[in-house]
Nanobody
């Protein structure tokens, strides 16, 4: 069974930075697209950032463009999200997503909570 385990969340102040990590057991990690999504209290899950298999292509939601950076280390089967200049609007549970290159299946982690106070 594929596992995606997020870490790095926690309580921070507005303006602070955090780096989230997602360790994956996906065998096709190095050839699969990966992404981050988030769900704020009372809201639907939304796209945050994504990257292709080698990190050469990166995509961001307008709300995080210029502040967040997605990256990956295929040698460590790990996806990262560097979050800078955090605001209270970034408060959410952040989920790691993998689109399995083998069959297109979407895999999700259980999420890590980021709480930004003003």
């Amino acid at each position: 069974q594929v596992q995606l385990v997020e870490s790095g969340g926690g309580p921070v102040q507005a303006g602070d930075s955090l780096r989230l990590s997602c360790l994956s057991s996906l065998r096709t990690f190095s050839t699969s697209a990966m992404g981050w999504f988030r769900q704020a209290p009372g809201k639907e899950r939304e796209f945050v950032a994504a990257t292709n298999w080698n990190g050469g292509e990166r995509y961001y939601a307008d709300s995080v463009k210029g502040r967040f950076i997605i990256s990956r280390d295929n040698g460590r089967n790990t996806l990262y999200l560097q979050m800078n200049k955090l605001t209270p609007e970034d408060t959410a549970v952040y989920y790691c997503n993998a689109k399995d290159d083998h069959d297109g299946t979407d895999h999700w982690g259980k999420g890590t909570l980021v709480t930004v106070s003003s």
